[in-house]
């Protein structure tokens, strides 16, 4: 009797799990769907009109940062799912939702570039969700040196689009100025949290992955 009662609290915590996680995935892949907790940087600053040229190149990058987020979203999201321990549990899902506003902000600069974000994303979505579900269930440590290697990696990619993004384009500069602070900290708290530091021919494959994201979305 009592272990026919544990099976359906399982059952039920099961179905928990799944519609909370049906429901962040519809958050970040449907448009306009995610509200951010804070309001964008950009929107402290005054536009500037951009050329055609501009406005194509500013919205590859943003296009490449917003697919960026949903990455983040999926792997967090998938760490959360098979983390053993409770506090890296909560830490992930913590993250995942100071990534909700870079994700936000981001689609919000896409639209506001007349443009919209990557096609590409349920596939990312997925992939990202199985990488970070892998990586939680071998161990916590591993989960969490994940996070650290990507978040650094993001912070490479932040600092190289903030030089690429046309001179004047105040507005997505902002955004990408704040989020290379928020991830600094993600990295410093996932290693502070007791992951492990990847060795660099890990990061050095992890970047050459990367370079399939962001050649694919830039355009489209
Ligand atoms: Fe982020
Ligand atoms: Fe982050």
Not at 127 to 135: E, N
Not at 166 to 174: G, I, M, R, V, Y
Request: proline fraction near 3%.
């Amino acid at each position: 009797m009592a272990s026919g009662l544990t099976r359906g609290k399982d059952v039920i915590s099961f179905l928990d799990k799944a519609v909370l996680q049906f429901d962040r995935a519809l958050q970040t892949l449907v448009p306009h769907a995610a509200t951010a907790s804070r309001h964008s940087p950009a929107n402290a600053v005054d536009d500037v009109t951009l050329t055609r040229e501009e406005q194509k190149h500013a919205s590859g990058l943003m296009r490449i940062n917003h697919t960026g987020e949903v990455c983040a979203q999926a792997l967090y999201a998938g760490q959360a799912t098979t983390a053993k321990l409770e506090a890296v549990r909560q830490e992930m899902e913590h993250a995942a939702d100071e990534e909700i506003d870079h994700l936000v902000w981001c689609e919000q600069r896409l639209y506001e570039l007349n443009s919209k974000p990557s096609v590409f994303n349920p596939l990312f979505y997925g992939a990202s969700f199985v990488i970070g579900a892998g990586a939680g269930l071998i161990s916590d440590k591993l989960s969490l040196g994940f996070v650290a290697a990507t978040e650094d990696q993001v912070c490479v990619h932040l600092q190289k689009h903030m030089a690429a993004l046309p001179e004047h384009d105040a507005k997505s500069k902002a955004v990408l100025t704040q989020m290379h602070i928020d991830e600094a900290k993600h990295k410093e708290m996932a290693l502070d949290a007791g992951g492990y530091e990847f060795p660099r021919p890990v990061m050095s494959i992890m970047t050459q992955v990367s370079k399939v994201m962001t050649t694919s979305t830039y355009r489209m």
